[in-house]
């Protein structure tokens, strides 16, 4: 496995991006937007999920990330975190070279896009589950918009609406995220290397390019990654986000981190 590429560009919110890729395996872990004021928030709790996974990553994937859930848990026992939207959390997208195939794992819903050689793609778009409930967030701001300035219908989705898909996370039947619950289903899948020229990874941020911006489609974004028109890719987003500060493009931020790798098959 060869980096090609990996990059975060700072927002204007206090969020939270981590990229990590090295020969062996990469990652992306974005922190979710936080519901109460704490220094235990999602910045929080990404930094030190890094810190900790890094280090107990082993063979097995699925218990490398539950130890690290479990010492996190520790760090935050007793600490005032009385409700399930007040436990900072994240989405993480994984991949690692494991010879023959690639190991990779979703939690939350960073996409993993894969460029086939024959120029076809396959997208991996995380818990359909989530994306649901995220995408009813958007139509009921775009709904009370009708009522109220758009930043004041973002506001109220904020302080009610997204608390209450919080509570939601890790519960039985409902969608999954990085925080401290150890009891979180964790699918990793194998993909085979044959017809594989890249792998993309990327936080919540990056995708707003094709997602919620129309910059490009995503195929667009694709083929320009393949050309490495990466700077471009970039620009584009930023200079999108912040002509919009009055988010006729409804989102929750005028301009969050935007991460991505880029691997390819050596």
């Known amino acids: 496995m060869k980096v090609v590429f990996k990059k975060t560009i700072k927002g204007i919110e206090d969020d939270a991006d981590f990229v990590y890729a090295d020969s062996s395996y990469a990652f992306v872990i974005d922190g979710e937007d936080d519901i109460v004021n704490s220094k235990f928030n999602s910045r929080w709790y990404v930094n030190n999920f890094v810190k900790v996974f890094n280090d107990v990553l082993d063979d097995d994937l699925e218990q490398s990330i539950k130890i690290t859930i479990n010492f996190l848990r520790k760090m935050l026992i007793n600490n005032g975190i009385s409700c399930n939207y007040e436990i900072p959390c994240a989405s993480m997208s994984f991949v690692r070279d494991k010879g023959d195939y690639f190991e990779v794992c979703q939690i939350g819903d960073l996409p993993i896009i894969i460029l086939n050689n024959d120029n076809t793609t396959q997208v991996l778009n995380g818990d359909e589950k989530f994306i649901m409930h995220k995408r009813a967030l958007i139509n009921r701001i775009d709904e009370l918009s009708k009522e109220m300035p758009k930043k004041e219908a973002i506001e109220k989705v904020k302080n009610n609406d997204l608390k209450e898909l919080r509570d939601k996370k890790n519960r039985p039947n409902e969608y999954n995220l990085l925080d401290i619950n150890s009891h979180i289903d964790i699918n990793i899948v194998k ?6 020229k890249k792998i993309m990874l990327m936080s919540n941020g990056f995708k707003e390019i094709y997602e919620i911006m ?4 995503r195929n667009e974004m694709v083929e320009l990654i393949d050309k490495e028109k990466y700077n471009d890719i970039f620009m584009e987003l930023k200079q999108s986000q912040m002509s919009d500060t009055e988010m006729n493009k ?13 691997l390819s098959v050596d």
Request: charged share 20%; aromatic share 8%; hydrophobic share 50%.
């Open 191 to 196: 993909l085979e290397k044959d017809n594989i």
């Open 214 to 217: 129309h910059i490009y489609s």
């Open 250 to 262: 409804t989102r929750f931020n005028v301009a969050i981190d935007a991460s991505l790798i880029v």
